[in-house]
Each structure stands twice: as C-alpha cells, then as structure tokens.
C-alpha cells in the first residue's frame, strides 16, 4: 500500500470541507469521513483502478458527496491534488500539478 501526501492546497481544502460538514451536524461530518477516510484507503491500495482524468491526474468519484479526489501517483507515495466539489470548474487545480 503506497502512503499518500497532500498537495498543500488540498490539504486545506479538506479541511474547510471537514469543518463544513462538522458544524452542519456531527452525524453529517461523520458519514463524510466515512466515505472519504475509505476512499482514500482503496486509492491507496489499488491506485491504478481509477480512470486518468486532467492533466495526467486520476479522479476517485465519492458517491454519496459532491466531490472528487484528485490524485497523481508518484515513485513513492501518492499526491491528493485535490478534493474538487462538482460544481467548481474541471482543472482549477491544474497549477498544483
């Protein structure tokens, strides 16, 4: 299983979503990690499952939130781009790559 890292702009927008879901509602923040927390488990251990996306990324699609995780293997260790909402425009994140 390949350890993952985060873009550092990925890493606060996870952050922004998880406060998000934690000040809605408790259950709302919890059944958020609950398919993002696997999500990022089966990226790790299958990563070349998922379908090439922009700019040489891949895109994980969670099913029950508007997100994708966007993602680039490396030698080493897998970069998270991003956590794209599905209304946001496709790519914005293309500088991070």
Avoid: C
Wanted: proline share 7%.
């Amino acid at each position: 299983m390949k350890p993952y890292f985060y873009h550092p702009e990925a890493d606060i927008e996870v952050q922004e979503i998880e406060d998000y879901y934690f000040l809605r509602s408790i259950d709302a923040y919890q059944m958020f990690l609950n398919e993002f927390l696997p999500a990022i488990e089966k990226i790790q251990q299958h990563p070349n499952r998922y379908p090439g996306y922009l700019h040489y990324t891949q895109r994980f699609v969670l099913q029950q939130f508007p997100y994708s995780i966007i993602y680039r293997q490396q030698l080493d260790a897998i970069q998270i781009i991003a956590l794209a909402h599905a209304s946001r425009r496709p790519g914005y994140w293309r500088k991070r790559t």
